[in-house]
């Protein structure tokens, strides 16, 4: 079970809402208590991770679920410039997409996923792969996120 009081956060890119409401629902129902944050494209999503306005209150993501596929910055571009940061380079990025193309598997892991996940397109499927992904970061290992600074 959940080892700290703190909810777990989980800032969640994506720019579709059908599957923004399926996993934001898929992780209410997990086994942790966690806070989702939604970023709607990349250039939101780093905003956030930068807590640029109208994100200075925003709290460091545990994890990120990020999609490959959005206007503006995409999520290749989103995980190539959370690795260059120093400050981001840590946060755990697991890749959350429809897309099952290799070169989008190995592309991802070139740019410094820690998994990468193709979203099951059975509403009870996608549901067990959140919870397995919610199980291995918050149950299994250890998260940097949640590491004090001694």
Not at 7 to 35: S, Y
Not at 106 to 120: E, I, M, N, R, W
């Amino acid at each position: 079970m959940q080892s700290s009081i703190e909810p777990f956060n989980i800032l969640l890119v994506d720019d579709q809402p059908g599957d923004i409401e399926l996993t934001r629902m898929a992780i209410a129902e997990g086994r942790f208590v966690c806070k989702t944050a939604i970023a709607k494209d990349g250039v939101e999503a780093m905003s956030y991770l930068r807590k640029e306005p109208p994100f200075a209150n925003a709290v460091d993501p545990d994890l990120v679920l990020l999609d490959l596929n959005m206007p503006r910055m995409n999520g290749r571009e989103v995980l190539q410039a959370m690795k260059a940061d120093p400050v981001l380079a840590r946060i755990p990025v697991v890749v959350l997409t429809t897309s099952d193309v290799e070169r989008d598997v190995l592309s991802s892991y070139d740019l410094g996923a820690a998994g990468f996940v193709t979203k099951p397109v059975d509403v009870t499927r996608l549901f067990e792969a959140i919870h397995g992904i919610q199980d291995y970061w918050f149950g299994v290992v250890t998260n940097p996120g949640r590491l004090t600074n001694e």
